[in-house]
C-alpha cells in the first residue's frame, strides 16, 4: 500500500522485488527540474527513434513459422556444407553497402559490408546499393523566363547514397526519382529568372538548385553534391535579333573609334603645319623629301610644285593689283 506525496506532479512508479510479491512505491518527483533539460533528452530520443526507425521493423516478433524456416536453413547449411558457403556467403566491395531482409523484414543493424557476411538460403534476401557518386545529364528542359523568353536548358546532376538502408526502404528507385526530381527543380528554379540572369548567373542558379534538390531528396538517403548549369539555347529568330544586335553596336563602336582617329590625325596635321610654317628650313627639306618620295616610285611624268615661297609671293601680287574696269558695249 503507498500514498501519493501530495504535491502536483504526481510521483514516479517503482517496482521492487525481493523474491515474494512485488511492491509498488511511489517516488517522488522534483518539480524544479529543468524544463529545457527534459525538452532536449525528448529531442534526441526522438532523433534516435528516427535514424533507426528502419531497423526496428526487424526486431518484432517473427512468429514460430519463421522460426521453424530459419531452422530449417540452418540444417540444409549443415548438412551441404561445405558447397553452401558459395551460396550462403556473400561479398561487397569497399563502396558498397548490402541491405539483408529476412522473410522480408528489415534485419537489424543496419546495412552489411563492406567485407564478407552470410545470409541463410530460401529466406534472406539482399540488396547492394552503391556509395560512389554518380552523374547524370538532365534532358533539354523547355524553359518559360521570368521575361517571357523561351528557352532550352539541360543540366548535369551529380549525387550520392548517404543512407543505403532509407534509400532503398523509403523509395522505390532512388536513381529514377532524384532524375525526375532534378527536371522538375530545373524549371521551377528558372522560370523565376530572366534570360539575362541566365545567361550571366549560372553559378548562382547551380548553387540554388543544389540546395533545394538536396533538401528534397534527405528523405531519400541521398546526397546531392553540386548541380551545373550546361547549356541555354535560344531560339533562332532571338538569336538573329541579338546577333543583329551585336553587330550594330560593334559596327557604332567602329565608327566611333574611326572618328577618333580621323580628329587625332587631323589635330598632329595641324601641329605639323604649325610647325612648318615657322620654320622656312623644315618646309624646304619637307619638299625635297617629297620630291624624292615621287622619283623613287618609277614614275614617267614628275609635277615639280612651285616653291611655297613664290607662290605667297605671286599670290600678294595679285592682291595689289587694282580689278580691270570691264566696258560694256552695246550692239545693236
Known sequence: MFRPNGRSGGGAVKVVTDGRLPMVTLAPLNIEDDDEEEEEETFVESEKLKDTAPFIKGD????????????????????????????????????????????????????KGPGIFFILPCIDNYVKVDLRTVSFDVP????????????????????RV???????????????STRLLAATTLRNVLGTKTLGEMLTDRESI?????????????????????????????????????????????????????????????????EAADVLSQSPAALQLRYLQTL???SAEKNSTIIFPLPIDLLNGFMDGRRAEPPPDIEVKMVE
Not at 84 to 100: D, G, P, T
Not at 162 to 176: F, K
Open 60 to 111: 518484432d516478433s517473427l512468429g514460430c513459422c519463421v522460426y521453424f524456416l530459419m531452422i530449417c536453413s540452418y540444417l540444409v547449411v549443415a548438412i551441404t556444407f561445405p558447397f553452401s558457403l558459395f551460396f550462403c556467403l556473400k561479398v561487397v566491395q569497399e563502396y558498397e553497402r548490402a541491405v539483408i531482409f529476412r522473410m522480408g523484414r528489415l534485419l537489424p543493424g543496419g546495412a
Open 140 to 159: 533539354p528542359q523547355e524553359v518559360l523566363s521570368k521575361d517571357s523568353v523561351t528557352v532550352a536548358v539541360d543540366a548535369v546532376v551529380y549525387y
Open 206 to 270: 547551380s548553387s540554388q538548385m543544389q540546395s533545394v534538390l538536396d533538401e528534397a531528396t534527405d528523405p531519400w538517403g541521398v546526397k546531392v553534391e553540386r548541380v551545373e548549369i550546361k547549356d541555354v539555347r535560344l531560339p533562332v529568330q532571338l538569336q538573329r535579333a541579338m546577333a543583329a544586335e551585336a553587330e550594330a553596336a560593334r559596327e557604332a563602336r567602329a565608327k566611333v573609334i574611326a572618328a577618333e582617329g580621323e580628329q587625332n590625325a587631323s589635330r598632329a596635321l595641324k
Open 292 to 294: 624624292n618620295t615621287i
Open 162 to 176: 548517404h543512407n543505403p538502408t532509407i534509400s532503398i526502404t523509403n523509395v522505390e528507385n532512388a536513381q529514377r
